[in-house]
């Protein structure tokens, strides 16, 4: 894998114009883009995708499905007509995600095991056993969601460690919350640095807000570019 393509922009913006106005300004500088519910909603993401396609951009729909198995299979299968390289789904019964692998073509399907914006505080007032570690929690959903078929997991780089650690090193770890520093206002309460992530085995860094939202978005991503490549360098070197 690429470097240059370990690092993914979350484009939660609420319209085509918008996203199109960041891709155009980021050119070169980012390639991999995620797209979520927030375009979803604007009626225009298949424009979007179509648009990121021909700008030769990688494209993951994070749409965290969430449903009976043959609905989740057969969205899986309508979405893999669209060139789409990476979807989210919920990690869920054996079934529902094996059902989604079954359907996904060449697209890359990745199941959610706990979202960066929960801590176990959450999870214990969502019903979850109190007996059961957050990283408890994320072994097991992983090992599921291996099990069915897919491709990888959605987890902090404050799990990618233990995640490593216990299954094969040659599956997707995409790692929202990923900061350079910290940000005020954030409703992500699991976040994690750029070296950090990538060392306990992150393979893709999500990047929202310190990119969007800074003077020089550019500028942004490359700082979150250099340090990834710098990072990727040493480990071999090592």
Not at 210 to 235: D, G, R, S
């Amino acid at each position: 894998m690429l470097a240059s393509e370990k690092l993914i922009l979350a484009l939660d913006v609420p319209d085509f114009l918008t996203a199109k106005k960041i891709i155009d300004e980021l050119g070169d500088e980012i390639i991999f883009y995620k797209i979520g519910l927030e375009l979803l909603m604007s009626g225009d993401y298949f424009r979007l995708i179509s648009y990121l396609k021909e700008k030769n951009k990688k494209v993951f729909c994070d749409l965290k499905l969430y449903d009976i198995s043959q609905t989740v299979g057969s969205a899986v299968k309508n979405l893999a007509k669209y060139s789409v390289d990476l979807l989210t789904i919920h990690s869920a019964s054996l079934d529902i995600m094996q059902r989604a692998a079954e359907n996904k073509g060449a697209m890359q399907v990745i199941a959610v095991t706990i979202l960066t914006n929960l801590d176990e505080k959450d999870l214990l007032q969502m019903g979850f056993d109190e007996k059961i570690s957050l990283q408890e929690l994320a072994l097991k959903k992983t090992k599921l969601s291996l099990e069915a078929g897919l491709d990888g997991i959605v987890a902090s780089g404050l799990e990618a460690k233990i995640l490593r650690q216990n299954f094969a090193q040659n599956f997707l770890i995409i790692s929202p919350g990923i900061r350079l520093e910290k940000v005020i206002g954030d409703d992500q309460k699991r976040t994690c640095g750029v070296i950090e992530a990538l060392v306990a085995g992150s393979s893709h860094l999500v990047v929202g807000r310190p990119i969007l939202k800074a003077e020089n978005p550019k500028l942004m991503a490359q700082k979150f570019n250099q340090l990834i490549h710098e990072t990727c360098a040493n480990f071999k070197a090592n």
